[in-house]
T-cell receptor
Framework: KQEVTQIPAALSVPEGENLVLNCSFT??????LQWFRQDPGKGLTSLLL?????REQTSGRLNASLDKSSGRSTLYIAASQPGDSATYLC??????????????FGRGTQLTVWP | GAVVSQHPSWVICKSGTSVKIECRSL??????MFWYRQFPKQSLMLMAT?????????EQGVEKDKFLINHASLTLSTLTVTSAHPEDSSFYIC?????????????FGEGSRLTVL
């Protein structure tokens, strides 16, 4: 069974810092990997999606990398802002059988950026 | 971008009552929708996969008679929590995938917070 782990569980930094959030998964047979943002009591906002054949994706101050063979992904946030404060979730879509389309989530990294 | 709407966004009910949560894809057709549950400080866990026009597929440990899922159209899936109890209090989120080719991106609803007294 696929297991997704995110490190650190929580992170508190001053505004302006560059951040690295880590995600690892146990089964490298994935179709894609997504990073989401979740604000307290809210649903999910998709940030970046990386297909299994890709190495990275970028959107604004966000950059996500994927090393499928080692089961790792990294979300890099440049010049962090207080508005970036949220929980960041990593999720993978398995690439086999009847589970296509479902996601396995990590527990998330709770990020606080203070002014 | 694609939009998935959930209703209600929050609900409080008495123990023993049933609660229905709706998940709608507003601007695309979804043959498959997924229902997740999230307890505080925990990750989202898949409860069931809802398939339009057929029975839902439930994950191990999820009681199909307690969590009734109906996917009667390509834009609507409903989750009914029957005879709810306090331990069912959680954040329920649905997601949907466009029925176009490939797997692509999943789109999530805003979630529904259920509190059972």
């Amino acid at each position: 069974k696929q297991e997704v782990t995110q490190i650190p569980a929580a992170l508190s930094v001053p505004e302006g810092e560059n951040l690295v959030l880590n995600c690892s998964f146990t089964d490298s047979a994935i179709y894609n990997l997504q990073w989401f943002r979740q604000d307290p009591g809210k649903g999910l906002t998709s940030l970046l999606l990386i297909q299994s054949s890709q190495r990275e994706q970028t959107s604004g101050r966000l950059n996500a990398s994927l090393d499928k063979s080692s089961g790792r992904s990294t979300l890099y946030i440049a010049a962090s802002q207080p508005g970036d404060s949220a929980t960041y979730l990593c999720a993978v879509t398995p690439d086999r059988g009847s589970t296509l389309g479902r996601l396995y989530f990590g527990r998330g990294t709770q990020l606080t950026v203070w002014p | 971008g694609a939009v998935v709407s959930q209703h209600p966004s929050w609900v409080i009910c008495k123990s023993g009552t049933s609660v229905k949560i709706e998940c709608r894809s507003l601007d695309f057709q979804a043959t498959t929708m997924f229902w997740y549950r999230q307890f505080p400080k925990q990750s989202l866990m898949l409860m069931a996969t809802s398939n339009e026009g057929s029975k839902a597929t439930y994950e191990q440990g999820v009681e199909k008679d307690k969590f009734l899922i109906n996917h009667a159209s390509l834009t609507l899936s409903t989750l009914t929590v029957t005879s709810a109890h306090p331990e069912d209090s959680s954040f329920y989120i649905c997601s949907a995938r466009d029925r176009g080719p490939g797997l692509g991106e999943l789109f999530f609803g805003e979630g529904s917070r259920l509190t059972v007294l």
